[in-house]
């Protein structure tokens, strides 16, 4: 029998055996195959990465996936809380592993090579149990707020767009160490602004920051948005699901040349368009003449409703 | 394909939603504009009950790569132009949100309706008063004409 069949047939039968004896059997055909042909090399299988792979089922009870190829794997670390983090690693050659993503922010150990899985697993297990704050911060927030954006929050994500009212957001950024950051709100409004100046002062490092925020605004719940609503409530509800509001220049709602997602600029209640900060920006910048505008703010009329809008070209 | 620019991903966006759901009496030439998006040819129907009921006019969209922070070049073609107060017989349209008052929230789709109802409106079907001189002298391109807009009513 011919070493492509009698794996075939090694795989077939496999489904009743788990991955351990299968990687076994795959070694001992392969193995004997070798000796006696001698024409298969030893880089068309690295069964030393097949030994690590085993070791990291068996002993350290990590759950491995093959993605489309053998060299695309996938690993789930768990943390303290049981929260799920796949790692996707890709297979380069013998003691060649490289870090293809993570769903964490990003870290200086996805940069670097590794010689085996086990090292891998190692320092990403330090590396996601340094992050427990962090996990739960984000956590405490998407499970209380409405999330504007990021579209789909998760923990790569390292900020949260959260909810005030219909034309208010508050931006948040939170650290490795799970303490809030760059806080300040999306859009105009004196009093939410007046409340987070004030609040920003007896801001609580050593509380929650969900606790934090409605102690500053003064909140005893989160207004529900429309994306949150749909996630929560039944689906057949309405369309909107996920569905961002599309910019009222560009038509698109995210973009792939800039980042961002279209947000109410206009000051004007009824008038509800949203816009790309960059898309507003063009237009005002092109209305006034196409010079850059003085302290990088363009004013002029919402192409929408007309009324008087201004617009930074920044989002700060 | 190289990737979609702005003008052109917004362009194949509202062909797709002109083609969709059309406004009533409007059609727009999808095969054509598909193969060159910046030109489009959209054929429409005088209203009902309207001094320009039956007839059937072409228009012709031009549009740059600044699209849409610059309007369109819009002109009527063929061999019907509308006998309009504010339609030159060369095809020119002096409506003024296709120059000073376009706004990039404005669509090819609200174009057709301010021209349907500009048409709609009208009391009297004849040219305007400065037609002969205008069609002598203008240029090819009607954005290139300083408007006097003749009034705010239609």
Redesign the interface.
């Known amino acids: 029998m011919d070493l492509v069949e009698e794996i075939e047939s090694l795989l077939q039968n496999g489904s009743n055996c788990s991955l351990p004896v299968l990687l076994d059997s795959l070694k001992s055909v392969v193995t004997q195959k070798i000796c006696t042909t001698e024409t298969v090399t030893a880089d068309l299988i690295d069964l030393e990465f097949l030994e690590d792979v085993k070791n990291i089922i068996s002993y350290e009870n990590i759950p491995v996936f093959f993605g489309k190829t053998l060299r695309d794997i996938k690993c789930i670390i768990l943390d303290e809380r049981l929260r799920e983090h796949p790692i996707f690693i890709m297979y380069k050659g013998p003691k060649k592993l490289i870090i293809s993503s993570v769903v964490l922010p990003h870290s200086p150990l996805q940069d670097r090579e590794y010689t085996s899985l086990e090292e891998i697993i190692t320092a990403f297990k330090k590396h996601v149990d340094s992050l427990s704050t962090y996990f739960h911060e984000l956590e405490r927030i998407d499970r209380f707020c409405t999330i504007m954006e990021p579209v789909e929050p998760t923990f790569k994500d390292d900020y949260r767009r959260i909810l005030l009212d219909d034309r208010i957001w508050l931006h948040v950024e939170v650290t490795p160490e799970g303490l809030a950051s760059n806080i300040h709100l999306v859009g105009q409004s004196e009093l939410w602004s007046n409340k987070l100046q004030q609040g920003l002062l007896s801001w609580d490092h050593d509380k929650e920051i969900i606790e934090n925020i409605m102690t500053v605004f003064d909140l005893v719940n989160f207004p529900a948005g429309s994306r949150k609503s749909s996630t929560t409530t039944t689906i057949s509800d309405d369309r909107p699901m996920i569905e961002p509001s599309l910019c ?5 709602a995210e ?3 800039s980042p961002g997602i279209p947000l109410p600029l206009c000051p004007n209640p009824p008038c509800g ?1 949203y816009f790309h900060r960059n ?1 507003l920006f ?2 005002l910048v ?1 209305c006034g003449g196409g010079r850059p505008p003085p302290f990088g703010v363009a004013t002029g009329s ?3 409703c ?1 009324e008087s809008i201004a617009c930074c070209e920044r989002d700060d | 394909m190289a ?1 979609m620019s ?1 003008s052109e ?2 362009l194949q ?2 062909l797709m939603s002109l083609m969709r759901e059309p406004p009533p009496g409007v059609t727009v030439d999808g095969d054509q504009a598909s193969q060159n998006l910046t030109l489009w040819t959209v054929h429409m129907e005088g209203v009902p009950g309207t001094l320009y009921e039956g007839e059937k006019f072409v228009l012709q969209f031009k549009f740059t790569n600044k699209y ?2 610059d309007s369109p070049e819009v002109t009527f073609i063929g061999n019907n132009i509308p006998v309009h107060p504010h339609v030159y017989s060369n095809g020119h349209i002096c409506l003024s949100i296709l120059t000073d008052d376009w ?3 404005l669509s090819v789709q609200s174009v057709c309706l301010s021209i349907v109802s500009m048409l709609s409106s009208c009391k009297e079907k004849k040219r305007p008063p400065d037609n002969s001189l205008y069609v002598k002298t203008c240029n090819k391109n009607p954005k290139k004409t300083k408007w006097w807009y003749h009034d705010d009513s239609v």
């Open positions: 009222g220049i560009c038509l698109c973009l792939p040349e368009v898309c063009q237009w092109a919402c192409p929408a007309l | 990737a702005p991903r917004r966006k509202e849409p922070f706004s990039p929230a």
